[in-house]
């Protein structure tokens, strides 16, 4: 999938990630990046990743910048 981040919470470690077709925005964990750092992402930075259900509902997993299509 793909979206687009909303909002970081740098002193945290984390953010969210508004995707078209999902009622509600994801969390992402620092952890869940891949080959980009937390601090390299900003908010408007088109991503990719997966989902995984946890109790608190649906989360982004494998979050990585997206590739732009030329």
């Known amino acids: ?3 687009t981040i909303k909002r970081m ?3 945290k ?3 969210f990630i508004t995707a078209e077709g ?3 925005d994801l969390f992402f964990h620092s952890n869940s990046l891949v080959g980009v750092t937390f601090d ?3 908010e408007g930075d088109m991503v990719s990743f997966e989902t995984e259900e946890s109790p608190k509902g649906l989360n982004a997993t ?3 910048r997206a590739v732009a299509v030329a």
């Open 1 to 3: 999938m793909t979206g």
């Open 9 to 11: 919470v740098t002193d």
């Open 13 to 15: 470690g984390f953010g």
């Open 22 to 24: 999902l009622a509600k």
């Open 40 to 42: 390299e992402l900003k």
């Open 62 to 64: 494998n979050v990585q």
